[in-house]
């Protein structure tokens, strides 16, 4: 079965980079029938869409987040990753990486890794 | 982008009890709806997509219906592993949206 693990720093400064990379085991980010996505949840708060890669490197974002995010794919590594620049206080929050699937289920979030909080604070 | 309605926000019931969970889309979105349960601490969990495809593995007192910009979530009697929070999802249109959710807890 599919699992997806995310890992990076968990406490990052004011005004500095939000690093985060998923990684997938067990199938290969390469297929054509997925997307990789990160989404984030601040404490006690609901649900955010940050944006999403293809394996062809194709990119999706959240125009809100849009001028601070960069995601990207390496395939070799099977692995892709988040990078949220000049973060604040209100970018603390559990990141969870996920499969988007349109073949097995409709567009929907179908895998989710665990989630990784990543606090902003000096 | 597309707006996501849920309500109640919140809603307490017992075992057994029936319970409905609406969603409302501020435009119309076929079935292009999921819907997710989130645990305190764990990762959302698939339940529904298409507005009415249950996932693998979800027990089948779980079940959605509702196109266009109306949907519900129905779980038939209410099992103690289902007292969490809720969430509906658009799948039509980046950026991608979520309801604010639902909590269900013990009356």
């Known amino acids: 079965q599919l699992q997806l693990q995310e890992w990076g720093p968990g406490l990052v400064k004011p005004s500095e980079t939000l690093s985060l990379t998923c990684t997938v085991s067990?199938?290969?980010?390469?297929?054509?029938?997925?997307?990789w996505d990160w989404i984030r949840q601040p404490p006690g708060k609901g649900l955010e869409w940050i944006g999403s890669v293809y394996f062809s490197g194709s990119t999706y974002y959240n125009p809100s987040l849009k001028s601070r995010v960069t995601i990207s794919v390496d395939t070799s590594k099977n692995e892709f990753s988040l990078r949220l620049s000049s973060v604040t206080a209100a970018d603390t929050a559990m990141y969870y990486c996920?499969?988007?699937?349109?073949?097995?289920?409709?567009?929907?979030?179908?895998?989710w890794g665990q989630g990784t909080l990543v606090i902003v604070s000096s | 982008d597309i707006q996501m309605t849920q309500s109640p926000s919140s809603v307490s019931a017992s075992v057994g009890d029936r319970v409905t969970i609406t969603c409302r889309a501020s435009?119309?979105?076929?079935?292009?709806l999921a819907w997710y349960q989130q645990k305190p601490g764990r990762a959302p969990k698939l339940l529904i997509s298409?507005?009415?495809t249950l996932h693998s593995g979800v027990p089948s007192r779980f079940s959605g219906s509702g196109s266009g910009t109306d949907f519900t979530l129905t779980i038939s009697s209410l099992q103690p592993e289902d007292f969490a929070t809720y969430y509906c999802q658009q799948t039509n249109s980046v950026p991608l949206t979520f309801g604010g959710g639902t909590e269900v807890d013990i009356k």
């Open positions: 435009q119309g979105i076929s079935t292009w």
């Open positions: 067990r199938d290969s980010i390469s297929s054509s029938s997925y997307y």
């Open positions: 996920a499969r988007r699937s349109y073949s097995d289920s409709n567009g929907s979030f179908d895998y």
């Open positions: 298409g507005a009415s």
